[in-house]
């Protein structure tokens, strides 16, 4: 299993706040700036207005597992900031998918057509 790089300090998300662009829809906002290096780096922010321990953790989980299923469609050099907001709790892995997926786009962050976990038999 490939790990990634996550932004770990607040002067690593204060960074990609300040000088990043940001989209938001529904469930999330992701905040995006170049970083020069050949990798990305994502940090994910779930505050306590989305719920208590377990739900925070959750979404976390859910934010984390979409990345690692699409990182090899999004273009490398990026550092993302993805914010949870109070609609994404309680949400199926897919809307948090679709939400992720429409922020990459208007991002213009999306290497190629991503694929969906679904299966079409």
């Known amino acids: 299993m490939k790990q990634f790089i996550s932004l770990k300090n607040s002067l690593e998300f204060g960074n990609v706040y300040k000088r990043g662009k940001s989209y938001a829809n529904k469930y999330l906002v992701m905040y995006i700036v170049d970083n020069n290096l050949e990798i990305n780096r994502i940090g994910i922010s779930v505050s306590k207005k989305v719920g208590n321990s377990v739900v925070r953790h959750r ?22 900031v993805v914010v949870a907001r109070v609609n994404s709790k309680g949400h ?3 809307d948090i998918e679709s939400a992720f997926l429409h922020l990459a786009k208007l991002h213009r962050i999306l290497a190629f057509k991503p694929s969906s976990g679904k299966c079409t038999n």
Do not use: F
């Open 59 to 80: 979404v976390t989980r859910l934010i984390r597992e979409v990345y690692r299923l699409q990182q090899n469609n999004i273009e490398k050099g990026h550092d993302i």
């Open 92 to 94: 199926s892995y897919w």
